[in-house]
C-alpha cells in the first residue's frame, strides 16, 4: 500500500547515498587507497567503505535519531522507531578499487519487515536509482519498467558470486550449466546495481546465492517496483545477516523460467 512516508524516507535515501557517492566518484581507481582484507584474502576493504558509511550513518541518525541502522562496515544499533536502515556503504568494492563503473551506494529503509524505500547511486554511470513501496521506481527521475522477457534462452542474465573459494567453486559448476541456456550473462561486480538494471531493462534477470541484507535490500525494491519479481528458491524467506539463500530478480514473465533454471543448474546448493 502507498504510504506518503514512504516517499520521505527514498528522498532521505537518495540525498545520504548521493553525498556518499561524491566520496566514491573522487576516490575510486585512485593509487594510494588503504585497502584490508575482511572474510577471506579476497575480500578487500577501504579506508573509503569505512568513511562512507559512517558519513550515512551520521547523517541517518541526524534526521532520524529513533531508527536502527545496520551497515556493511560494522553499524549495528537497534533503535526505537520501528524503521531499520540498510546501508552497504561501497556495494562493488572491487570496482571501486579499480575504478570501475558500477560500485555504488545503496542505502534502504525498513519498517515492519519490509523493505519500503531506497536508493542505489551509481556515480561513475551516472545513475541515481530510487524507489518507495507502492510510488513506483525511476532511474534519474525517470519511471522504470523491467523487460517483457519470458524466454531465458533470449534472456540477458546478471550474476555474482562472493568471496569464499570453496563457494566460487561450485558457483562456477552452476554458470557452467546455466550459460548455454541463456542468451548471456553478465558478472556487474556490484548486486545492487545488478538488481537496478533488472528494474530499467538493462538486464532481464539475475540471480545470485550468499547476499547479505545490504547487498539485496534497496536494488530488490527499485526491482520490484519497476514491476519485476523479486524472490528466492525454494521460496526461502531472502537473508537478513545469514547469507544462503538463492535470490532471483526478473522480468515477470521470466522469474518462474529462471528461477526453475537456476534451482535445476544447482545454484541454491552452493
Ligand atoms: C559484493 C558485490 C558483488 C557480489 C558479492 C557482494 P561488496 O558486495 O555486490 O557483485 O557478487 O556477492 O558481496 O562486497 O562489494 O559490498
Given at each position: 500500500?502507498?504510504?506518503?512516508?514512504?516517499?520521505?524516507?527514498?528522498?532521505?535515501?537518495?540525498?545520504?547515498?548521493r553525498a556518499g557517492a561524491e566520496r566514491i566518484?573522487?576516490?575510486?581507481?585512485?593509487?594510494?587507497?588503504?585497502?584490508?582484507?575482511?572474510?577471506?584474502?579476497?575480500?578487500?576493504?577501504?579506508?573509503?567503505?569505512?568513511?562512507?558509511?559512517?558519513?550515512?550513518v551520521e547523517s541517518l541518525l541526524a534526521a532520524r535519531p529513533d531508527d536502527g541502522v545496520v551497515g556493511e562496515e560494522g553499524a549495528d544499533r537497534a533503535g526505537t522507531s520501528g524503521v531499520r536502515w540498510l546501508v552497504d556503504p561501497i556495494d562493488g568494492t572491487v570496482n571501486f578499487l579499480y575504478g570501475i563503473p558500477g560500485c555504488n551506494v545503496s542505502v534502504a529503509a525498513e519498517a515492519g519487515g519490509q523493505v519500503v524505500a531506497a536508493a542505489v547511486v551509481d556515480p561513475l554511470h551516472g545513475d541515481v536509482f530510487a524507489a518507495a513501496r507502492g510510488h513506483g521506481a525511476t532511474r534519474n527521475?525517470?519511471?522504470?519498467?523491467?523487460?517483457?522477457?519470458?524466454?531465458?534462452?533470449?534472456?540477458?542474465?546478471?550474476?555474482?558470486f562472493g568471496y569464499d573459494p570453496e563457494r566460487r567453486r561450485r558457483q562456477a559448476e552452476v554458470l557452467v550449466r546455466v550459460l548455454p541456456q541463456v542468451r548471456d550473462v553478465?558478472?556487474?561486480?556490484?548486486?545492487?546495481?545488478d538488481l537496478c538494471w533488472v528494474a530499467c531493462g538493462r538486464l532481464d534477470g539475475y540471480y545470485e546465492t550468499g547476499l547479505q541484507a545490504w547487498d539485496w535490500a534497496a536494488g530488490g525494491l527499485v526491482a520490484e517496483e519497476a514491476g519485476a519479481r523479486v524472490g528466492t528458491v525454494g521460496d526461502v524467506p531472502l537473508p537478513d545477516g545469514l547469507p544462503g539463500a538463492c535470490i532471483v530478480a526478473a522480468a515477470p514473465d521470466l522469474f518462474d523460467p529462471l528461477r526453475a533454471l537456476v534451482a535445476a543448474a544447482g545454484a541454491a546448493e552452493v
Open positions: 500500500m502507498a504510504d506518503p512516508e514512504h516517499l520521505a524516507w527514498r528522498d532521505l535515501a537518495v540525498a545520504v547515498a566518484r573522487a576516490r575510486a581507481g585512485a593509487a594510494d587507497l588503504r585497502v584490508d582484507t575482511k572474510s577471506t584474502e579476497t575480500d578487500p576493504v577501504t579506508e573509503v567503505d569505512r568513511e562512507v558509511e559512517a558519513m550515512v527521475g525517470h519511471a522504470l519498467r523491467a523487460t517483457s522477457a519470458s524466454d531465458p534462452a533470449r534472456s540477458l542474465v546478471g550474476t555474482g553478465r558478472r556487474l561486480g556490484a548486486a545492487a546495481v
